[in-house]
């Protein structure tokens, strides 16, 4: 049973570009959450979806970030015109219930230029 | 939200040493967990510990919710165990968990 996939592992982007970070869940698991990793730092929770619906998106800035779980493919994190400051890690981690603990991808690395 | 600190920040032992890592919550909590993010950046769960006691191997957690603290022992450090221990804490009606800031483990062969 493969465990939560996320890619690109790295991303490169140049100020002003698009990042889009992908998600795919563990099998059967429906709940997906990201968070955000600053440089030595914990993880920030950024937002959580089910299938089609975002459930809570407290943690995520209103302006330039979106985030979807469309009913067929993966989740797909959307940092629109990148700073510097999104420069950071981003994890993703699924779960089979809310309850349920939490399994997460090896994350994404944004750095911007 | 709740609040989760975790203590000591910064720990450096010799391999087979014995640490406890500490973790104190500010609310009741319905879920707690502690993960170990190894140097490649992976995080890898070690116990979803609301309350009690659990133990994997040379790992073990105990969770006093009503004192509200949690505890990780490892037993006999080996280098792989270097990294950085989380817990995270949700409490209320989220299950949604709050991260400490980490700490920060280092074993000496």
């Known amino acids: 049973n493969a465990g939560v996939m996320q890619n690109p592992r790295h991303l490169v982007r140049r100020r002003g570009q698009e990042a889009r970070l992908r998600c795919s869940p563990m099998k059967g698991h429906s709940h997906v959450y990201w968070y955000r990793q600053l440089p030595e730092e914990g993880l920030k929770f950024m937002v959580y979806?089910?299938?089609?619906?975002?459930?809570?998106e407290s943690g995520m800035p209103k302006e330039r970030f979106s985030a979807e779980f469309p009913k067929e493919g993966p989740s797909i994190l959307r940092i629109q015109q990148v700073v510097r400051g999104d420069s950071a890690a981003y994890f993703c981690?699924?779960?089979?219930?809310?309850?349920?603990?939490?399994?997460f991808g090896p994350g994404t690395r944004l750095l911007v230029l | 939200g709740i609040q989760v600190e975790q203590s000591p920040p910064d720990l450096i032992l010799q391999e087979g040493a014995n640490s406890t890592l500490r973790c104190n919550f500010s609310d009741s909590v319905n879920n707690l967990q502690w993960f170990h993010q190894n140097p490649w950046g992976q995080l890898i769960n070690l116990f979803y510990i609301p309350s009690g006691t659990k133990q994997n191997g040379r790992l073990s957690a105990t969770t006093v919710a009503t004192e509200r603290y949690s505890l990780l022992y490892i037993s006999s450090s080996q280098t792989t165990d270097s990294g950085v221990y989380f817990c995270?804490?949700?409490?209320?009606?989220?299950?949604?968990?709050?991260f400490g800031r980490g700490t920060s483990l280092i074993v000496h062969p």
């Open positions: 981690a699924s779960s089979l219930d809310i309850q349920e603990t939490q399994y």
């Open positions: 995270a804490a949700a409490s209320g009606g989220s299950y949604i968990p709050t």
């Open positions: 979806l089910q299938k089609e619906n975002i459930i809570d």
